[in-house]
T-cell receptor, first 113, second 112 residues
Framework: EAQVTQNPRYLITVTGKKLTVTCSQN?????MSWYRQDPGLGLRQIYY???????DKGDVPEGYKVSRKEKRNFPLILESPSPNQTSLYFC????????????FGQGTRLTVV | DQQVKQNSPSLSVQEGRISILNCDYT??????FLWYKKYPAEGPTFLIS?????DKNEDGRFTVFLNKSAKHLSLHIVPSQPGDSAVYFC???????????FGTGTSLTVIP
């Protein structure tokens, strides 16, 4: 079954404690990206990756890091989380960056206290 | 600076009637547009897309219309069904770009 898997689904953490949200896809997609969803702001792109070792900033990259060492994995790293990073996060992948439908993961609900 | 806007946070429609969801954009360089549907506790799923070389694209009960001069697109669902109740996001990108811009979403409720 084609899918994008994010872990964990829910996470409560404290300010400043480094965390990683994992994302894995089994469709051999080149393009992967991270979004955050906030009330009244919709989905905003954090980072995206066009292929292995190729990453770039989206609209709201501050406070986040990513890496793309393998095609299937695209982890999101928060080195020093702050309360304003409390949000619902989605990972997505697509066949290539040009205008094909994206498959989204189930989401990760992150709360930073 | 929201480059893609969905000005109606919510919409209620009777089952069997037409649902029309609207989306406006500000960047004239956008040339590909997509609609996604999102149920609670799930990730968004792709619904339909349209390229700027077209002004209409149909897929079953779903039709997307694009008015480039007005920088406006709309999603029509006919007939609406209770299972269509969800949040709908429109998204835009440039053919030569890699960033996607999403609207704030419209919550559609189809009343049986």
């Amino acid at each position: 079954e084609a899918q994008v898997t994010q872990n964990p689904r829910y996470l409560i953490t404290v300010t400043g404690k480094k965390l990683t949200v994992t994302c894995s896809q089994n469709m051999n997609h080149e393009y992967m990206s991270w979004y955050r969803q906030d009330p009244g702001l919709g989905l905003r792109q954090i980072y995206y990756s066009m292929n292995v070792e190729v990453t770039d900033k989206g609209d709201v990259p501050e406070g986040y890091k990513v890496s793309r060492k393998e095609k299937r994995n695209f982890p999101l790293i928060l080195e020093s989380p702050s309360p304003n990073q409390t949000s619902l996060y989605f990972c997505a992948s697509s066949d290539h960056q040009l205008n094909t439908e994206a498959f989204f993961g189930q989401g990760t609900r992150l709360t930073v206290v | 600076d929201q480059q893609v806007k969905q000005n109606s946070p919510s919409l209620s429609v009777q089952e069997g009637r037409i649902s029309i969801l609207n989306c406006d954009y500000t960047n004239s360089m956008f040339d590909y547009f997509l609609w996604y549907k999102k149920y609670p506790a799930e990730g968004p799923t792709f619904l339909i897309s349209i390229s700027s070389i077209k002004d209409k694209n149909e897929d079953g009960r779903f039709t997307v219309f694009l008015n480039k001069s007005a920088k406006h697109l709309s999603l029509h669902i006919v007939p609406s069904q209770p299972g269509d109740s969800a949040v709908y996001f429109c998204a835009a990108t440039r053919n030569t770009g890699n960033q996607f811009y999403f609207g704030t979403g419209t919550s559609l409720t189809v009343i049986p």
